[in-house]
């Protein structure tokens, strides 16, 4: 038995409508387990933010508490932050050398940029920023020594803008 051209068209019709629903349904899928996964995240940094405050609200008995001893305290740009930091985050905001991330332990994530190019090296902030804090002492040390790197670039760009205008 053969199909009209009406018959036909509205097959499509129907085709395209269903799969449109589909879609909406696969689109509204991962939007509601894009945001159980951002909740969940959230719950989890908060009760990590949490816990290390009641730990630091106890001593460990020669004057450090617990939470800063074991991995430092928190810089304002670390709230919230991820788990992990890429190692140009790591080398840039924590001043830490090749050498000192060549023996932290990584997770080795594909390229985002490009599934060809070197792998993605990600590193622990947790453990990033207590070798940063112990190479500089502390957190103030790390600070101090981030502002010096800035001064230096600084004068560095400052030295070829002047040798611009000559």
Known sequence: MALTEEQRERIRKNRER???IQR???KE???EEKAEAYEKNAKKQKTDLTTAAAAGSSSNGNGTD???SAAGPLEEFEVGASEWVTKKEAKSTYCLPDGTLAVCECQERENPRHKGWTPMKLYRRS???QRAHKRFGGMEGL???RQKRRAKQLAKDMKDADKLFE
Request: proline content about 0%; overall charge negative; charged content about 65%.
């Open 24 to 26: 909406k349904r696969r």
């Open 143 to 145: 600070v101090e020594e």
């Open 66 to 68: 617990d939470a800063s």
């Open 29 to 31: 899928k991962e939007d």
């Open 127 to 129: 453990e990033i920023r």
């Open 18 to 20: 269903a799969l449109e």
